[in-house]
């Protein structure tokens, strides 16, 4: 009885088989299901390595906003006129050594001397005086930057408390670092020729960067894991043996 159970699938099984196309369909689905075995991205695509995590496109990294358009030389007279403006007043008071309240004064100076002889002028030459108009700040414009400033001091503080606090030796080292290498460059430059190369390089790097993303990532992912192998070396010899604060307060009963 077993046997004649047996006998149809084994007859069904052998028509199956002369089919044509079942054999080449039955093993190219056993082998793509071999290949999904073994590929360990199977059919989504390879996570790309993208530098400081950025999942985002760069104009959105920056803001997404006008700012991020001028950084990005979207309107190449707009980030040519910003940039022009920032060289101007670089030259002005670095090279030939203005000062601040003096370049204030002397547009004041002149803008005031124009509107006045033009309002006087002007009647007897029978044309219009000029219009001036009224200008204030508002009041909500000035509050709301006060608290993004406010906002942003207090995260700032709060990371200086958090790093100060003993918890993250890594983060210790990189803000330590980092303030370093900041009172270098500060014995080189001053304050403003410091903030000018910083408008320059945040007119430059940004759209260099979205031009060459995919070379600069990759360059980025090999520098990353040969500093994460030399990190780890310094950390089994010297960091390890340095004693830590206390990680955790201990929790109240």
Not at 186 to 215: A, M, R, S
Request: proline residues 5%; aromatic residues 10%.
């Amino acid at each position: 009885m077993a046997d004649h159970a047996r006998q149809p699938e084994s007859l069904i099984d052998k028509i199956v088989e002369k089919i044509p196309g079942h054999h080449d369909s039955s093993s190219s689905s056993s082998e793509s299901d071999s290949d999904d075995k073994f590929n360990p991205f199977g059919s989504a695509k390879a996570k790309v390595y993208r530098l400081f995590g950025r999942e985002k496109p760069v104009h959105k990294v920056l803001g997404g906003g006008k700012p991020a358009d001028v950084f990005l030389w979207r309107n190449k007279k707009i980030s040519a006129s910003v940039l022009g403006g920032a060289t101007a007043l670089w030259v002005f008071f670095e090279l030939l050594e203005y000062h601040l309240v003096t370049l204030v004064c002397h547009i004041l100076i002149l803008s005031l001397a124009v509107l006045f002889l033009w309002s006087n002028v002007s009647t007897f030459i029978n044309k219009s005086p000029p219009h001036i108009p009224q200008v204030g700040l508002p009041e909500d414009f000035v509050l709301e930057v006060v608290s993004a400033v406010r906002i942003e001091l207090n995260n700032a503080l709060a990371v200086l408390r958090d790093i100060a606090s003993g918890r993250d030796l890594k983060s210790f080292l990189s803000v330590i670092s980092g303030l370093w290498v900041l009172s270098i460059v500060g014995n080189w430059c001053n304050f403003l020729t410091l903030f000018y190369v910083v408008f320059v390089l945040l007119h430059t790097i940004p759209v260099l960067y979205e031009k060459y993303d995919d070379q600069i990532d990759s360059f980025a992912e090999k520098a990353m894991i040969e500093i994460k192998k030399q990190y780890a070396v310094f950390d089994a010899k010297v960091l390890s043996k340095i004693p830590k604060g206390p990680l955790k307060e201990k929790k109240k009963d």
